[in-house]
């Protein structure tokens, strides 16, 4: 079994800044292809950004390119996702995923996750 555990959340003003983090641990597999959602309330679970096994390929939702960077660290088993020029828009419940199946699949798809962290709330003041 495979635990996703996040951090990094909290309240910060418009215009601010968080950083998350997923540590993941107990059984490994395959080159598991990482992301991002968020879920507000009364929402559905959205897409947020994706990375890939070698970190060279990510994808982000249209509405936080050029404020969002994903990452990861593969030796401390640590993705990361750096917010930045928040807006209330943003205020979520953030999880994130893994995707057992090797491969760059329909990362912006919730179904092609296999395990979840149980999520960080990020609240943006206006």
């Known amino acids: 079994q495979v635990q996703l555990v996040e951090s990094g959340g909290g309240l910060v003003q418009a215009g601010g800044s968080l950083r998350l983090s997923c540590a993941a641990s107990g059984r490994t597999f395959s080159r598991p292809t990482m992301g991002w959602f968020r879920q507000a309330p009364g929402k559905e679970r959205d897409f947020v950004a994706a990375v890939s096994w070698r970190g060279d390929i990510k994808s982000y939702r249209d509405s936080v390119k050029g404020r969002f960077t994903i990452s990861r660290d593969n030796a401390k088993n640590t993705m990361y996702l750096q917010m930045n020029s928040l807006k209330p828009e943003d205020t979520a419940v953030y999880y994130c995923?893994?995707?057992?199946?090797?491969?760059?699949?329909?990362?912006?798809?919730?179904?092609?996750?296999?395990?979840w962290g149980q999520g960080t709330q990020v609240t943006v003041s206006s």
């Open positions: 995923a893994a995707d057992s199946e090797p491969g760059w699949n329909l990362v912006d798809a919730a179904t092609q996750y296999d395990y």
